[in-house]
C-alpha cells in the first residue's frame, strides 16, 4: 500500500525515476480500486437512478490521471527512455506492446540523465527533493 501512497504524495512529479514495484503496485491497486468503484456506481446508480451511471469511477479517473502519468514517465525515465515515449502508446497494438516491454524491463544500473537509480542508496549527499525541503 505504501507504493500505491507514495505515488500520490508525488502527484505531479514528472522528473527522477520510479522502480518497477512503485508502478506495478500502483497499477495493481489502481485496477483493484476501479472495479470496487464499477461495482459501487452500477449498485448505486441503478437503486437511485434506475441507469447506470459511473460517477465515483469517473471521479477516481480524474483523481488518478496526473499520479499515473507522473509514474508513468518517472518508470520510463528509470528504463533510460524519455517521458515522450507514452506518446507510442497512441499506436494501437503495437505502441501498447512496446511500453510494456519498456515497463518490465530492469531499472538501468547506476545513475543516468534522469537520476540516480532508486534502488541503489546513493553514495552522494543530495540535496533533498524540491517537494521535501523544510519550509
Not at 7 to 23: D, L, M, P, T
Not at 45 to 74: C, E, N
Not at 77 to 82: E, F, L, N, Q, Y
Request: aromatic share 16%.
Amino acid at each position: 500500500m505504501n507504493w500505491y501512497l507514495s505515488v500520490f504524495r508525488k502527484y505531479a512529479v514528472f522528473s527522477g525515476r520510479a522502480r518497477r514495484r512503485e508502478y506495478w503496485y500502483f497499477v495493481l491497486f489502481n485496477i483493484i480500486v476501479g472495479v470496487v468503484l464499477v461495482c459501487v456506481d452500477v449498485v448505486m446508480s441503478s437503486a437511485l437512478f434506475g441507469s447506470p451511471m459511473a460517477f465515483f469511477t469517473a471521479l477516481y479517473g480524474l483523481a488518478s490521471f496526473i499520479p499515473g502519468t507522473a509514474v508513468s514517465v518517472r518508470r520510463l525515465h528509470d528504463t533510460g527512455h524519455s517521458g515522450w515515449g507514452l506518446f507510442l502508446g497512441l499506436i494501437p497494438f503495437v505502441g501498447a506492446i512496446i511500453l510494456l516491454v519498456w515497463d518490465l524491463q530492469d531499472s538501468q544500473p547506476g545513475d543516468n540523465r534522469y537520476g540516480p537509480n532508486p534502488k541503489q542508496p546513493s553514495t552522494a549527499s543530495a540535496p533533498a527533493a524540491p517537494w521535501r525541503q523544510p519550509v
